[in-house]
């Protein structure tokens, strides 16, 4: 997670709070295991995604949901149709494994 750094209330810039992600694996239904730079190893569950509709509900696919890729230089995860689900939403919807 990239924290923003302010000073009387000016942004001055990002501190990076997170550690990037080396692998995502796809474990089936709508489960991705985590792995991060740290070596920690975290469980990640999107129905939460899918379930808020739009593009998301085709993460239900599971053929489109196994197109995953990690993005933004280890920030994000990330699908062919421009889903997106960033660094917050990973590790605190995610549960160590």
């Known amino acids: 997670m990239w924290e ?3 000073t009387d209330g000016i942004a001055l810039g990002m501190n990076k709070s997170q550690p990037d992600l080396t692998r995502v694996v796809p474990k089936g ?8 730079e740290t070596g920690q190893k975290r469980l990640f569950d999107a129905a939460p995604f899918i379930e808020r509709g739009g593009s998301y509900e085709l993460l239900g696919d599971e053929r489109y949901f196994g197109q995953v890729r990690i993005i933004d230089g280890g920030m994000a995860l990330g699908w062919p149709g421009g889903q997106e689900v ?12």
Do not use: D, I, R
């Open 86 to 97: 960033y660094p917050e939403a990973l590790f605190e919807m995610s549960e160590p494994v």
């Open 4 to 6: 923003l750094v302010e």
């Open 29 to 36: 239904g709508s489960l991705l295991l985590l792995e991060f």
